[in-house]
């Protein structure tokens, strides 16, 4: 019985976990594009049902604990572009469009080749920019609303230092209480409790396609679909990557005309169901996903009352629990935009237009940073690439070197280091496209 009830049990923490630890960033980003409440509960019901149906068909076919998730960074992308052109309809046009692009990068490799080819200093700058936003609210709200603010933040430090995993659920748990107990009673007489489906009508328009649906496509690989698959082989499966990626496609396009904005593999807490912790047996773990993923679509069941509840809140009260969530993905982030020092210019600009939130032309920061950081990247590695210094005919006697050790291989210089693999020294290209540990460290979100 213990073996049996051990992965439902992970499965339901893992559900848990990651729907208190983020939907509050769903929520923010689909008001942020123009959403009404009503439609943001829809898309968060939406993303729960698609996650869940997602990883209930993988799971059941390739036996394989593939959790899924909604797309923690897009969401972010959606709060930080703000409102599109065109309002709603447009930005679930996007919606529909990246879910497409999902899609096909899982029936045509070489468009998954095309994401992997961004260089991973460009993608993580990209990502933190895109983040940074959301993770300044704790601090405005410790200045704005200190009253509810305090408490938050001290229980997300405290829980943080001695059961991280429950730190941001933690926090959100402070949050409401501190919203009940500063809201008269009568708050949410007229609110919709339960959610209902509200399906728009997709429109589209360029800008939306370059600013929001190329961005939150790019985002949602780079930061939550590749890394996902890499906690995956780390803990020692060979997932089926086309068939994850058309699932969780095809399921974002149902999804997108009533609110939801992506469905992906989770990255963080694909580890509370591919780990040793769900069952000691790794063919048993995929039980774990699918309660999981059960779990996460009768969660999407709540997502009225827990729109009802954000509304009441000061909306820098619900960015700052959603801050505290994307930390750590901020974190990650950084570290992997700083890492190489050749393209350390080209992501501190990639980072700056993208977190500045300008637009142009209707399109988004995420896009322009994304732009401005490759062309910099391109300026260093042609002016790295000039013409080499002459050498002299001959050179003077010099102190004989010592023989290369046998190990070596022809030609190699024990005695200073060699060149390297091809592309090392300038900005690599790496398929997650941000850092990704099987520990869920990566830099995405749930």
């Given at each position: 019985?213990?073996?049996?009830?051990?992965?439902?049990?992970?499965?339901?923490?893992?559900?848990?976990?990651?729907?208190?630890?983020?939907?509050?960033?769903?929520?923010?980003?689909?008001?942020?594009?123009?959403?009404?409440?009503?439609?943001?509960?829809?898309?968060?019901?939406?993303?729960?049902?698609?996650?869940?149906?997602?990883?209930?068909?993988?799971?059941?076919?390739?036996?394989?604990?593939?959790?899924?998730?909604?797309?923690?960074?897009?969401?972010?992308?959606?709060?930080?572009?703000?409102?599109?052109?065109?309002?709603?309809?447009?930005?679930?046009?996007?919606?529909?469009?990246?879910?497409?692009?999902?899609?096909?990068?899982?029936?045509?490799?070489?468009?998954?080749?095309?994401?992997?080819?961004?260089?991973?200093?460009?993608?993580?700058?990209?990502?933190?920019?895109?983040?940074?936003?959301?993770?300044?609210?704790?601090?405005?709200?410790?200045?704005?609303?200190?009253?509810?603010?305090?408490?938050?933040?001290?229980?997300?430090?405290?829980?943080?230092?001695?059961?991280?995993?429950?730190?941001?659920?933690?926090?959100?748990?402070?949050?409401?209480?501190?919203?009940?107990?500063?809201?008269?009673?009568?708050?949410?007489?007229?609110?919709?409790?339960?959610?209902?489906?509200?399906?728009?009508?997709?429109?589209?328009?360029?800008?939306?396609?370059?600013?929001?649906?190329?961005?939150?496509?790019?985002?949602?690989?780079?930061?939550?679909?590749?890394?996902?698959?890499?906690?995956?082989?780390?803990?020692?499966?060979?997932?089926?990557?086309?068939?994850?990626?058309?699932?969780?496609?095809?399921?974002?396009?149902?999804?997108?005309?009533?609110?939801?904005?992506?469905?992906?593999?989770?990255?963080?807490?694909?580890?509370?169901?591919?780990?040793?912790?769900?069952?000691?047996?790794?063919?048993?773990?995929?039980?774990?996903?699918?309660?999981?993923?059960?779990g996460l679509a009768l969660l999407g069941l709540g997502a009225g009352a827990a729109t009802a509840l954000?509304?009441?809140?000061?909306?820098?009260?619900?960015?700052?629990?959603?801050?505290?969530?994307?930390?750590?993905?901020?974190?990650?982030?950084?570290?992997?935009?700083?890492?190489?020092?050749?393209?350390?210019?080209?992501?501190?600009?990639?980072?700056?237009?993208?977190?500045?939130?300008?637009?142009?032309?209707?399109?988004?920061?995420?896009?322009?940073?994304?732009?401005?950081?490759?062309?910099?990247?391109?300026?260093?590695?042609?002016?790295?690439?000039?013409?080499?210094?002459?050498?002299?005919?001959?050179?003077?006697?010099?102190?004989?070197?010592?023989?290369?050790?046998?190990?070596?291989?022809?030609?190699?210089?024990?005695?200073?280091?060699?060149?390297?693999?091809?592309?090392?020294?300038?900005?690599?290209?790496?398929?997650?496209?941000?850092?990704?540990?099987?520990?869920?460290?990566?830099?995405?979100?749930?």
């Open positions: 019985m213990a073996g049996r009830s051990q992965p439902v049990l992970a499965g339901v923490v893992t559900a848990l976990v990651g729907f208190a630890s983020s939907f509050t960033v769903v929520l923010a980003g689909l008001r942020a594009v123009g959403a009404s409440d009503a439609q943001a509960a829809s898309g968060l019901l939406a993303v729960c049902v698609a996650s869940g149906a997602s990883a209930v068909w993988l799971g059941l076919r390739h036996r394989i604990p593939m959790s899924i998730a909604w797309s923690t960074p897009g969401a972010a992308l959606l709060v930080a572009t703000g409102a599109v052109p065109g309002g709603w309809p447009v930005a679930v046009g996007a919606f529909l469009v990246s879910g497409v692009l999902i899609v096909a990068a899982g029936l045509f490799p070489a468009l998954g080749r095309a994401v992997a080819a961004i260089p991973r200093p460009i993608a993580g700058a990209m990502l933190a920019g895109v983040l940074l936003p959301l993770c300044t609210a704790p601090v405005r709200a410790l200045v704005e609303v200190p009253r509810l603010a305090v408490p938050v933040v001290l229980a997300w430090l405290l829980l943080h230092r001695f059961a991280r995993r429950w730190a941001v659920p933690g926090a959100l748990v402070v949050a409401v209480a501190a919203i009940a107990l500063t809201t008269p009673v009568t708050g949410l007489g007229g609110a919709r409790l339960l959610p209902a489906v509200e399906l728009t009508a997709p429109a589209w328009s360029v800008s939306a396609l370059i600013g929001l649906a190329l961005p939150l496509f790019l985002v949602t690989m780079a930061a939550q679909n590749v890394p996902g698959m890499a906690v995956l082989v780390g803990y020692g499966y060979r997932p089926p990557f086309g068939a994850a990626l058309r699932a969780t496609g095809l399921t974002t396009v149902v999804a997108a005309p009533a609110g939801g904005h992506a469905v992906n593999l989770a990255a963080i807490t694909a580890a509370l169901a591919a780990g040793p912790d769900a069952h000691p047996d790794p063919d048993r773990r995929w039980i774990a996903s699918v309660t999981a993923g059960i954000v509304a009441l809140a000061p909306p820098v009260l619900i960015e700052a629990v959603a801050g505290l969530a994307l930390l750590g993905a901020l974190a990650t982030a950084l570290t992997s935009a700083l890492a190489e020092p050749a393209a350390r210019e080209a992501a501190v600009v990639t980072f700056v237009v993208t977190a500045s939130g300008v637009t142009l032309v209707g399109v988004g920061g995420a896009f322009w940073g994304l732009v401005a950081g490759g062309v910099m990247l391109l300026l260093f590695r042609t002016r790295s690439a000039g013409p080499a210094a002459p050498q002299p005919a001959s050179e003077p006697p010099t102190e004989p070197r010592p023989a290369p050790a046998a190990s070596d291989p022809p030609g190699s210089d024990s005695g200073s280091p060699g060149p390297g693999p091809a592309g090392s020294g300038s900005p690599g290209v790496d398929p997650v496209g941000v850092a990704s540990s099987p520990s869920g460290g990566q830099a995405g979100g749930h």
